[in-house]
């Protein structure tokens, strides 16, 4: 179902303490495993889901485009998107997948 775009790093246990730490929250261990995984993760056509009328200005669907994780890319690094996008997302929530070419799917976090 899920493809990695990138290896997954040998220090990926390092940097998920370091997202983690930096951020003052917890990822579930489920999203932890997810990241052990696949890393960052290229979806296409599959990964679209219809949506209520209201949920999303002018959108009837969801198309999911990357699910973030560690890599060089800036924009699909997880840790850069969230240090990029902080004060733009509420502080509980983490960004975690690109959807819709421009907007951010996040994963509630758990508090430290």
């Given at each position: 179902?899920?493809?990695?775009?990138?290896?997954?790093?040998?220090?990926v246990?390092?940097?998920?303490?370091?997202?983690?730490?930096?951020?003052?929250?917890?990822?579930?261990?489920?999203?932890?495993n997810?990241?052990?995984?696949?890393?960052?993760?290229?979806?296409?056509?599959?990964?679209?889901?219809?949506?209520?009328?209201?949920?999303?200005?002018?959108?009837?669907?969801?198309?999911?485009?990357?699910?973030?994780?560690?890599?060089?890319?800036?924009?699909?690094?997880?840790?850069?998107?969230?240090?990029?996008?902080?004060?733009?997302?509420?502080?509980d929530v983490?960004?975690?997948?690109?959807?819709?070419e421009?907007?951010?799917?996040?994963?509630?976090?758990?508090?430290?």
């Open positions: 179902m899920f493809q990695s775009k990138y290896k997954v790093c040998r220090i246990d390092k940097k998920i303490q370091k997202l983690e730490k930096d951020f003052g929250m917890f990822l579930e261990n489920s999203y932890k997810f990241l052990k995984k696949y890393n960052v993760v290229e979806c296409h056509q599959e990964f679209a889901f219809p949506v209520k009328e209201n949920l999303i200005a002018g959108e009837d669907d969801i198309s999911i485009d990357i699910i973030l994780g560690f890599c060089k890319d800036e924009q699909e690094d997880i840790y850069s998107v969230n240090y990029d996008y902080q004060d733009r997302i509420p502080e983490m960004a975690i997948a690109l959807v819709n421009s907007d951010w799917l996040c994963l509630p976090l758990l508090g430290s």
